[in-house]
T-cell receptor, first 113, second 111 residues
């Protein structure tokens, strides 16, 4: 299965700033997914990042708040913009690995003060 | 609305015991179901994947079953070990190109 590297693994940020999370995969994949896991909660899909087209956002998530780039088949970034304490979460990148099996990165733990 | 539920939210079991984790889902028209393990502050590790046409899957001490008609899946862990302590997440692919996750069961194995 694909190996995913996410950076940063964790960060502490100030309110009102933005942070970009990187996701690197060791093989070419068609679809990459970004999830959010708020404290004590399960995972919620933010968006699907498709190479060569705009990301598809789930209900409750907008491009202005969570812009996504997908420049090639092995890389994607998620930016959390104008952060507030409510954005404190673990953000996870994942990819499909055949039959819709998902492989996840280790996650990026974000704390907003 | 397609939902996935896991009960209990937390479970403590003495080392060596066998245990069962439960997952229920609202729509029987699923594509597949996947069990994940998440260690504190970490990402997810895929444990078992069951396709809609399958009834169970086994990997080592783990056995996952699927009953679509009743909307249930179980994860059976045999001879539990302290290293099994983690949060276990059930995720269902309802055929709409995304996974819906349950809220997880936090398992603690007591040495």
């Amino acid at each position: 299965s694909a190996v995913i590297s996410q950076k940063p693994s964790r960060d502490i940020c100030q309110r009102g700033t933005s942070l970009t999370i990187q996701c690197q995969v060791d093989s070419q994949v068609t679809m990459m997914f970004w999830y959010r896991q708020q404290p004590g909660q399960s995972l919620t899909l933010i968006a699907t990042a498709n190479q060569g087209s705009e990301a598809t956002y789930e209900s409750g998530f907008v491009i202005d708040k969570f812009p996504i780039s997908r420049p090639n088949l092995t890389f994607s970034t998620l930016t959390v913009s104008n952060m507030s304490p409510e954005d404190s979460s673990i953000y996870l990148c994942s990819v499909g690995a055949g039959a819709n099996v998902l492989t996840f990165g280790a996650g990026s733990r974000l704390t907003v003060l | 609305k397609q939902e996935v539920t896991q009960i209990p939210a937390a479970l403590s079991v003495p080392e060596g015991e066998n245990l069962v984790l439960n997952c229920s889902f609202t729509d029987s028209a699923i594509y597949n179901l996947q069990w994940f393990r998440q260690d504190p502050g970490k990402g997810l590790t895929s444990l078992l994947l069951i396709q809609s046409s399958q009834r169970e899957q086994t990997s080592g001490r783990l056995n996952a079953s699927l009953d679509k008609s009743s909307g249930r899946s179980t994860l059976y862990i045999a001879a539990s070990q302290p290293g099994d302590s983690a949060t276990y997440l059930c995720a269902v692919h309802f055929g709409n190109e995304k996974l819906t996750f349950g809220t997880g069961t936090r398992l603690t194995i007591i040495p």
